[in-house]
């Protein structure tokens, strides 16, 4: 990650949340002590500022500079409101298409599916405040730009998302193996959303839980999934292809 999208030491970090820059994530010391560092956790957690505690180790390892026991990662782009983001979409678009990524974790990852998404014109990408990939230099390149173009929007958790989704008549499509259901015998024709869950461990049960239906790619090989970009991918232009057959 570039200098320019960091912030380094506790006053620095505070003034920044302070002035409502976008916050992607800020690592904390362990055991770091003191007035001003406590003042800095209050502030984290009243903003809901997405924060993990690390090794001092890991911080002299990402940064040389004086870092004082806190880097800040400073977003390159601005997020929506949810609420902002679904009743734009809805009211500008007949069929609206959202995208939500329960906790893709891997930078290029996330990169590859912003790219795909905007190539297939999804309306909005929701993504948790916690657990997520941040939007970074490597997240920029990898969608050729596509992060600035396509709303994104951080929710505390993806399933009040699916929730606020389902009362404002959009469907939820959940990705996943666990289920007979195949992606050709889900109708993407209609106001929908479709959930992308994490590399490792795909969605999670909760989440799976709320959508009103799952989905599969066939799998004809021997190696049991995809790339979590590559199958998101997949889904996206089916759910094209049956918009524009209809």
Known sequence: MRKSERI???????????????????????GLKGDLYRELESIIRKKGVNATYVPVERLNRSSKENHQGVIAH???????????????ALSSQ???????????????NFGAIIRTAECT?????????K?????????IKTSAGAAFKVPI???????????????SGVQVVAATEKTEKSIYEVSFKGPCSIVMGSEGLGISPSVLKSADHRAKLPMMGE????????????FLYEALRQRNSS
């Open 8 to 30: 380094y030491g506790i006053r620095a970090v505070i003034e920044a949340i302070n002035s409502d820059k976008t916050i992607d994530k800020v690592y904390l010391q362990k």
């Open 74 to 88: 400073i977003s390159p782009i601005s997020f929506f409101k949810l609420e902002e983001l679904v009743e734009a």
């Open 94 to 108: 007949k069929l609206p298409l959202f995208l939500l990524l329960d906790q893709i974790s891997d930078v290029r």
């Open 121 to 129: 014109g999804v309306n909005g990408i929701i993504i948790p405040k």
């Open 131 to 139: 657990g997520a990939a941040p939007i970074t230099s490597d997240t």
């Open 153 to 167: 929007a951080k929710v505390d958790h993806i399933k009040d998302a699916i929730f606020y989704l389902q009362a």
């Open 223 to 234: 190696i049991g999934s995809l790339n979590v970009s590559v199958a998101c991918g997949v």
